[in-house]
């Protein structure tokens, strides 16, 4: 059974792919299926953000380091970085005063409730599935994932 960690990794990948098979080519995300992408997924965690077409574009702008108007999943993986790096910024920011390490809650509203949730990750044993559109995962012995398209 897969770990928290590799269900969390898995939920990026498939959420990504969920988006990114919508229009065009399916191993990217243009404009149209990243602001989907944020104002669905990330509700929480940029609230000014995806309320504004101005800081979504000046967001993807930022994140398409080659300037072909599309996000490659390397490209995504910055911001899934930089969230991740900022959210446990918050979590510190929120800890309860006292010795060790401890967090508070983070940007999302869960409030922990992410604890234990693998989603359809967990389930899996590391057959392939399919996104939807025929763009198909199989990951198995941890050796990435092949597209079938």
Same mark, same amino acid.
């Given at each position: 059974?897969?770990?928290?960690?590799?269900?969390?990794?898995?939920?990026?990948?498939?959420?990504?792919?969920?988006?990114?098979?919508?229009?065009?080519?399916?191993?990217?995300?243009?404009?149209?299926?990243?602001?989907?992408?944020?104002?669905?997924?990330?509700?929480?965690?940029?609230?000014?953000?995806?309320?504004?077409?101005?800081?979504?574009?000046?967001?993807?702008?930022?994140?398409?380091?080659?300037?072909?108007?599309?996000?490659?999943?390397?490209?995504?993986?910055?911001?899934?970085?930089?969230?991740?790096?900022?959210?446990?910024?918050?979590?510190?920011?929120?800890?309860?005063?006292?010795?060790? &390490?401890? %967090? +508070?809650? $983070?940007? =999302?509203? !869960?409030? *922990?409730?992410? @604890? #234990?949730? /693998?989603?359809?990750?967990?389930?899996?044993?590391?057959?392939? &599935?399919? %996104? +939807?559109? $025929?763009? =198909?995962? !199989?990951? *198995?012995?941890? @050796? #990435?994932? /092949?597209?079938?398209?």
């Amino acid at each position: 059974m897969a770990s928290l960690m590799e269900c969390s990794l898995e939920t990026i990948i498939n959420v990504f792919h969920q988006y990114s098979t919508r229009l065009e080519h399916h191993d990217r995300l243009n404009h149209k299926e990243f602001k989907q992408l944020v104002k669905k997924e990330l509700p929480n965690f940029l609230k000014k953000e995806r309320r504004n077409e101005a800081a979504i574009k000046k967001m993807m702008e930022d994140l398409d380091t080659n300037a072909d108007k599309e996000l490659s999943f390397e490209e995504f993986a910055i911001l899934v970085a930089r969230l991740t790096e900022a959210s446990h910024e918050e979590m510190h920011k929120n800890a309860p005063p006292g010795e060790g &390490h401890s %967090h +508070g809650p $983070g940007f =999302g509203e !869960s409030r *922990g409730t992410c @604890h #234990g949730q /693998g989603g359809q990750a967990q389930n899996q044993g590391g057959q392939g &599935h399919d %996104h +939807g559109h $025929g763009h =198909g995962h !199989s990951h *198995g012995h941890g @050796h #990435g994932h /092949g597209h079938s398209h």
